[in-house]
Nanobody, 119 residues
Framework: QVQLVESGGGLVQAGGSLRLSCAAS????????MGWYRRAPGKEREFVAA????????SYADSVKGRFTISRDNAKNTVYLQMNSLKPEDTAMYYC????????????WGQGTQVTVSS
């Protein structure tokens, strides 16, 4: 059974930094594109960042571009999200996603880690 376990969330003041981690198991991690999404209270889940299976390609939501960096370590089956210059509007539950396109698209999700940014 595929498992994605996020960690690294917490409470931080505006302007601070956090590093989220997502450890994957029971999947061939290096074949999956990985991503981070978030859901703020009362809002829909939104895309934050993604990285290709090889790590050669990344993409970001406009709202986090220049502040967040996604990376991966295929040897450790882990994807990271370095978040700098945090803002109160970054407050949300952050979810890790693993995606692969075979005969159809498979998506797996973690349970989430809470990030709270105080002003």
């Amino acid at each position: 059974q595929v498992q994605l376990v996020e960690s690294g969330g917490g409470l931080v003041q505006a302007g601070g930094s956090l590093r989220l981690s997502c450890a994957a198991s029971e999947l061939t991690f290096s074949r999956y594109d990985m991503g981070w999404y978030r859901r703020a209270p009362g809002k829909e889940r939104e895309f934050v960042a993604a990285i290709s299976w090889s790590g050669s390609s990344t993409s970001y939501a406009d709202s986090v571009k220049g502040r967040f960096t996604i990376s991966r370590d295929n040897a450790k089956n882990t994807v990271y999200l370095q978040m700098n210059s945090l803002k109160p509007e970054d407050t949300a539950m952050y979810y890790c996603n693993a995606k692969i396109l075979l005969s159809y698209e498979y998506n797996y999700w973690g349970q989430g880690t809470q990030v709270t940014v105080s002003s």
